[in-house]
């Protein structure tokens, strides 16, 4: 049930948004502060009763509201009245069936009130959405900002224009686009931060958007926030980044006079111990929002990013406001330019939002990429900016398609070899016609459709008390009510209420799949209490379910294969790894964002997720997601949840099954070993 409490947050016309435009001077802590008080969060407190779990939810993907048992169901169509209802809550409880689950009037009367808590534009969410929906907003009750966002901006709409699977440098070179194209603001939020290909094309762009604002005779301010801890963290978790210290050697942004158009300001955060700041995010002229799961580093990875636009970018914006917390200085110049009344004034020739319309498909990309072989690759040492998100498309393609005697194949191997300390040369098959590689999917749909930010804030102390929050109640319950089948692309799958969710679901008959990277942090997983290694989650998972039953034959695990290549490499050697985080439950609703499912991410990280309610987007992230890896073609695993060779051999640079004392000591000399390379 949605309480009396949090409907009047989510009904409340002030955010700290909204404050803080009518006081630009004033801290977005200290608003929040006023606006939410400081709640004793019961962190120990078990959600409310299992009824969650609604069967009406699960029943299926459409744009009704339903109510169903196990004899009938009853369908009605509600209007989306974009937070306007006048509506009120006897706050009583669930009426349990004797099955366990919801009866029919409260789990109606529950997503009637989710409904009523977001502002969906013309779009009615579907049952399934609006009751992960419900469940994330529970967590209010503890604590109003649990979700990291004002609670009336929690659920909006949008569209998603592109969405980037592809390797980490890929993804950054649409973000250094975005950049240089800003003409007013750019605020960029990030975990880790290093000198890398990533870095330069971020400095470039920054130098780049200087040069432009310049000839336009303007200034635009930049904010830029990444994790860092220092001793001065046990004090203030945010600490002010001197213009000495990131434009030195350790930072390399550029330093005031090589932008003399920009007002810059770099904060850290880390709250101490496991606080880290993980979420990355982008919001440029609060017009585009950019979401992604890299950091801004050279690795081997596989990453996705989503753009997006709409009024879900006030919610992202209100994000990085309570993120950093501290006065701004400069102040924003978006304060009074809500996204969803256009944004910042800007002269940008660019369709934004719903003018867009309809994406191409994949195979038009493909193609058209192959026949502009003269455009350039953009690249730190020879950048070339794109005036539009069609003109980006178009350049990635041609970085993918072949060149004067070169096979597919070996296009992909080229590009995945790109900024990869270790490269590797490609062992899979020939890449066949219709099966290109193509990192930018469009995405556009010429309508908005339902979105909310579920997420959570950075939580420090050494314990896993901290899990009641957006993030894994959405998971958790797009789990539960799923009717046909989840999808789940993340590097490590090992929390431990993560597990027999997937259990119960399979034993509900729903089918699971799940893709995990081969080796994937063992270093830091395998320590007594981080959940252990993929192969060990795997076994948990499999132990919970019969041997001859029919749930092990619902169930799909596989390791991350590279699109070159014809078998899972061990993360050990940095050639090819995934970093996707992607939930899809019955191929409507998706979460895509910054967490992981693993231990750090469930209890301790802040994250940024975006749950998508479309089956348009989610089947267009599915086609991306095959069509850029080979991992469906040779990652399965073997039924002790172990990859292994056609001779029965596990992959090089499998741990195996190390004990606790074992665990203990192989993650804390790996942990030595990853310091020492980095």
């Known amino acids: 049930m949605v309480s009396d409490h949090v409907l009047r947050l989510c009904h409340s016309a002030n955010t700290v948004s909204s404050l803080l435009a009518k006081n630009p001077s004033q801290s977005p802590g200290q608003i929040a502060k006023d606006l939410y008080g400081i709640y004793e969060k019961d962190l120990h407190r078990p959600p409310p009763s299992s009824a ?34 006048n509506n009120t809550n006897n706050n009583s409880n ?25 502002r969906w534009g013309p779009t009615t969410p579907s049952p399934l959405f609006l009751q992960a929906f419900a469940d994330a907003l529970r967590c209010l009750d503890a604590d109003p900002l649990a979700g990291v966002v004002s609670p009336p901006l929690m659920g909006s709409h949008g569209t998603v224009p592109l969405t980037v699977i592809a390797p980490l440098v890929d993804v950054i070179r649409h973000v250094s686009n975005v950049i240089a194209r800003a003409e007013k603001e750019v605020f960029f939020i990030t975990c880790n931060w290093s000198p890398s290909v990533a870095q330069r094309l ?22 830029i926030m990444y994790d860092k801890a220092t ?77 997006l636009e709409g009024p879900i970018v006030d919610s992202i914006y209100d994000t990085a406001l309570i993120t950093w917390k501290r006065p701004f200085d400069p102040p924003l110049p978006s304060y009074g330019f809500p996204a969803a009344e256009g944004g910042l004034p800007t002269s940008t020739h660019e369709p934004l939002y719903l003018d867009r319309g309809a994406g191409r498909d994949q195979q038009r990309i493909a193609a058209n990429g192959q026949a502009h072989a003269e455009l350039k690759e953009h690249t730190p040492e020879d950048p070339h900016y794109d005036d539009d998100v069609a003109g980006e498309i178009t350049r990635m393609q041609v970085c993918y398609s072949t060149k004067p005697d070169e096979t597919r194949l070996q296009a992909a191997n080229r590009q995945l070899n790109y900024a990869v300390k270790n490269p590797v040369p490609p062992t899979g098959p020939e890449i066949p016609d219709g099966h290109e590689m193509t990192p930018y999917v469009d995405t556009s749909t010429p309508y908005p459709v339902p979105m909310a930010l579920v997420s959570r804030p950075p939580y420090g102390s050494v314990d896993s008390k901290n899990a009641f929050v957006p993030q894994n109640e959405a998971w958790l319950s797009l789990i ?74 619902l169930l799909h695990i596989y390791d991350y294969v ?65 069509r850029n890896q080979n991992t469906r073609l040779f990652g399965r695993v073997a039924a002790d949840g172990v990859w ?35």
């Open 52 to 85: 969650s779990a609604s069967s009406a939810a699960s029943s299926r993907c459409s744009s009704s509201l339903s109510s169903s048992d196990n004899t009938n169901t009853t369908t009605t169509t509600t209007t989306t009245n974009n937070n306007n209802n």
């Open 94 to 118: 669930y009426s349990i069936t004797k099955n366990g689950r919801p009866s029919p009037a409260s789990s109606r009367q529950t997503l009637d009130l989710a409904l009523t808590c977001g």
């Open 231 to 307: 001793p001065a963290s046990a004090i203030d978790a945010h600490q002010r980044v001197s213009p000495a210290a990131y434009s030195g050697k350790a930072i390399q942004l550029p330093a005031p006079d090589e932008v003399p158009h920009l007002d810059m300001e770099v904060v850290s955060l880390h709250k101490l111990v496991l606080g880290t700041l993980h979420a990355k995010f982008c919001v440029v002229d609060r017009k585009i929002a950019l979401v992604m799961s890299n950091n801004m580093e050279d690795n081997c990875n596989m990453e996705m990013l989503t753009h």
């Open 202 to 223: 971020v400095r470039n762009a920054l130098i780049e958007l200087s040069r432009r604002a310049g000839e336009r005779k303007q200034r635009v301010v930049v904010k």
């Open 562 to 626: 590279a699109k070159d290549q014809n078998r899972p490499i061990h993360q050990c050697f940095r050639a090819r790894c995934c970093h996707v985080k992607l939930l899809i439950a019955d191929g409507c609703v998706g979460v895509q964002g910054s967490g992981n499912q693993d231990t750090q991410s469930w209890f301790h990280s802040q994250e940024i997720n975006v749950m998508v309610d479309s089956e348009e987007v989610c089947a267009k992230w599915r086609e991306g997601i095959e």
């Open 644 to 678: 292994r060779d056609d001779e029965g051999r596990a992959g090089e640079g499998y741990m195996g099954d190390p004990g606790s004392v074992e665990g203990l000591i192989k993650g804390v000399w790996g942990m030595y070993k990853k310091m020492e390379r980095a």
């Open 480 to 553: 539960r009510n799923a009717a046909h089948n989840i999808f789940i692309q993340t590097p490590d799958l090992n929390a431990a209420p993560l597990i027999p969710a997937l259990a119960e679901a399979l034993r509900r008959g729903v089918e699971v799949t799940y893709y995990v990277c081969f080796g994937y942090n063992d270093a830091g997983e395998v320590i007594p209490g981080q959940g252990g290694t993929n192969e060990q989650a795997a076994r948990s998972l499999l132990s919970l379910l019969p041997e001859d039953g029919p749930e092990r034959k």
